[in-house]
């Protein structure tokens, strides 16, 4: 059929390193007259379904090859299997067809590569990316493992459907970011800004924003699996996730509400405070910033805005010193309270008596571990008890009473 030439080196298929490659064929020169036979639609078909078999695992001395063909596509393929095959509509016999292109100087696999490139072995290369998908599944587990997470809270997340496909190098990338995340978190009643966070964990400030996946991922792994769905949808929902870990998301957002608590320093909130009188006041994450401290011997720390409020309208002046966490501690509420434990002052701290409420107290004795309990009583709280603060309003005003 003509003169021989090399194969063809036009192929753009990916083949890097990681697919395993058949046998190389031991002829490496192809007839040109072969390779424009090959390229008739008939012989098209054919050699494509061959390399689907031989790279499936298949051999050429396996069953005959079904091959839908038109007559004209039939003719063109009986050139090499004779008009006999053509006309007795049989199956392509692979064989058969394999010897002819023997007899005319080269092989089947090398006629092959030379159209399409080296053939693959496809199994090879499935068990290859299965080896490779649980290895990097691994060394992502180790690197949460090494931040600190349990294996259950570990599982949980590898199994999640939106993780990146494990064998890319993407999922043990996200691993690792998350892992100095969650290293870099402030310690109890520490707080720092997200973008702060970000920088410092991964020299970039918006590594953590609300649109990225890593931002998400540390939520998740950092609420041990638990993060509500809303968090990611929701500004309000992700602000609320990351002050839980003491992150503010912004300077402005985080704040606490406080009552006749006199702040003395170069903070912001000390004028504020000075300002307030005994009208109840917010206080922000960033008017907290630089130093501060209270000359109050006692502050008590309620849950709920109606125990401030019912103070503010009855005692007036005479309240003593008031923090409102407003359900969990913020991160200006977990500053202020930590400025003040370390300062020496003495903190009575409740919340409602309802399993929020005790994971409340629960946070700030984790924030001031020598604050006392304020008409509260630490138990577990799945045992179906339910008691207000509004309920107990009436001694707890009392107990705010200034005696001097």
Known sequence: MGRRRAHASGDTRPSGPARPVLGAA???????????????????????????????GGSIAGSPLPVSLTPAERRDVGRLLGSAWE????????????????????????LL??????????PAERAARRSAAQMERRAAAEELRAAGLPDDVINGWMSAAALPAAGSGRLHRLASQAAAVLRTLPAPGDTTLLAVLAADALDDPHALDRDTRLGATVLRLAHRGELPDSARREAEAWRAAWEHLGVVCDELSSRV???????????????????AGAEPVWLTWRSLRGTFTSPATDVYVCEN???????????????????????RPTCAARRLIA????????????????????????EVHMIAPAAQLWRYERRDATDGQRRYEEQDLPLLLADLTASD
Not at 88 to 95: C, N
Not at 96 to 105: D, S
Not at 113 to 122: K, M, Q, S, Y
Not at 265 to 272: K, M, R, S, Y
């Open 305 to 327: 805005p109606a125990v401030l409020a019912a103070a503010a309208d009855r005692l007036g002046v005479s309240s003593r010193p008031l923090i409102c966490t407003n359900g």
């Open 26 to 56: 031991d002829m490496t020169a192809v007839p040109d007259g072969l390779l424009d036979w090959a390229r008739l639609p008939g012989p098209t078909k054919v050699l494509d379904r061959t390399r689907r078999r031989l790279e499936a």
């Open 339 to 362: 400025v003040l434990a370390a300062a020496g002052v003495r903190l009575w701290i409740r919340a409602d008596d309802d399993p929020a409420g005790q994971q409340i107290v629960n």
């Open 87 to 110: 006309l007795s509509q049989r199956a392509v016999p692979l064989r058969q067809l394999a010897e002819r292109i023997e007899e005319l100087g080269t092989d089947l696999p090398s």
């Open 257 to 275: 509400l406080v009552l006749n608590l006199d702040l003395r320093g170069d903070a912001a909130a000390t004028h504020l405070t000075g300002a």
């Open 113 to 122: 590569t030379a159209l399409h490139g080296p053939l693959v072995d496809r």
